[in-house]
């Protein structure tokens, strides 16, 4: 059996999302055999970051510095705005490099359900960057869940006053999907979007 203090370690580890108790016992067998060359390193790695870690007072991105790297690029496009729900969406559609615009990070997505209202996420703050003028396009980049969907109409609803172009992510058929192998609600989204073939 192990030590209270590796114990500990693992229960930490197993916390984590995608790990479980025996994923993190294997991540902690295989810290403290490379002790030199993946302990020490991790352990300074997550001391910076545990020092520097802020939330960017402009687009509400996960960073150690603020504003964050992605709001300080002079070579991002400042005219175009991609409203994401959590910071994960961001990372995932900026991994891309799909977008050369600048993002904000609404904080959660509205939902009856679990009690998120308006006030709970972060939209008076974008609403404030768009009435300060500069944003041409803003694209509404929300999940494709039902909540994900209330967010996009809410904010095009308090959006619509401004001059902005509003846009939103096309949903449908995944490249390589099969029909046979695709729900209802896809279907459903991929033929409402569709397209006149070029």
């Known amino acids: 059996m192990a030590s209270p203090e590796i114990d500990h370690l693992t229960q930490a580890l197993a916390r984590l999302p995608g790990l479980g108790p025996r994923s993190a016992r294997r991540a902690v067998l295989h810290l403290l055999k490379k002790r030199e060359t993946a302990l ?34 002079p070579r991002r496009d400042s005219r175009m705005l991609c409203v994401v729900e959590e910071v994960a969406d961001l990372w995932a559609l900026d991994r891309a490099r799909l977008f050369p615009g600048r993002y904000h990070v609404l904080g959660g997505r509205l939902s009856a359900l679990d009690g998120v209202r308006p006030e709970d996420l972060d939209i008076d703050r974008l609403v404030g960057r768009i009435a300060g003028g500069g944003v041409d396009e803003v694209v509404l980049a929300m999940n494709a869940t039902l909540e994900g969907q209330t967010t996009a109409h809410y904010l095009a609803d308090r959006l619509e006053r401004y001059p902005v172009r509003l846009t939103q992510l096309a949903y449908g058929l995944p490249v390589g999907g099969e029909l046979d192998f695709m729900d209802e609600g896809t279907l459903a989204q991929a033929m409402r979007a569709r397209r006149p073939v070029a």
């Open 40 to 73: 020490q390193p991790l352990i300074r790695a997550l001391e910076a970051v545990e020092a520097r870690l802020t939330l960017c007072s402009t687009c509400g991105n996960a960073d150690t510095s603020d504003p964050c790297t992605i709001c300080a690029d």
